[in-house]
């Protein structure tokens, strides 16, 4: 009877998880306001994982992302590590509506990136000006399973944090520098 019950229950919050907005998950961990009603150039920034406030807190990382969303809704993410150089694992172009972030990517990616495609955009109530991309596909799900006594912190480990802005006039001499340094396609292999 007891496996009855706990199948049951577990029914029950999958359903629940499921009906639930990812906004709607997020909160019931952790107190988020959505980001919503900017323009390509007020949304376009550097996001990074792990952030600064997560080195601050926790030191130097061996690996890491960065997410370059460009003011005129391209973008180009990069992973690195401590033996890996920066390196382009993914660009095209992003359109924000309604609080998510969706990428596409260019046709001449025929790699699987290792990046979700959708994102939830959200800040702490007590940050105003802060963005954070919450994946809502691997991310989020991992956030819930994982926040534990401290969700805010499991928040920050999971998200992009926007960590800098990007302006229309740096765009060009940053995009330039990130495909020269970092972009290279033969070192991946075909999409099946």
């Known amino acids: 009877m007891a496996l009855v019950t706990f199948l049951v229950v577990v029914a029950q919050l999958v359903a629940v998880q499921s009906i639930a907005s ?37 030191g130097p990382p061996l690996s890491g992302n960065n997410l370059y ?6 973008y180009i993410y990069c992973q690195w590590s401590d033996i890996l150089p920066n390196t382009v694992y993914d660009k ?18 025929s790699w699987a990136p290792e990046l ?9 109530p ?24 401290d969700p805010e912190f499991m928040l920050l480990l999971v998200a992009k944090l926007r960590d800098a802005t990007i302006s229309q006039t740096e765009t060009p001499k940053l995009k330039s520098n990130l495909m020269r340094e970092g972009w290279k396609p033969n070192g991946f292999g075909k999409w099946p």
């Open 116 to 124: 979700e495609r959708r994102f939830l955009a959200v800040h702490r």
């Open 126 to 149: 007590s940050h105003d000006d802060e963005i954070l991309l919450v994946g809502i596909e691997k991310e989020l799900s991992y956030f819930e399973k994982e926040a534990g006594d």
């Open 69 to 74: 969303l460009f003011p005129d809704k391209t």
């Open 22 to 58: 990812p906004l709607e998950r997020l909160r019931a961990k952790t107190p988020v306001e959505t980001v919503k009603n900017l323009t390509p150039v007020q949304f376009a920034g550097q996001y990074a994982n792990p952030s600064k406030e997560v080195v601050k807190r926790v």
């Open 92 to 109: 095209g172009t992003w359109n924000f509506s309604g609080g998510v972030l969706e990428l596409k990517s260019a046709q001449e990616i």
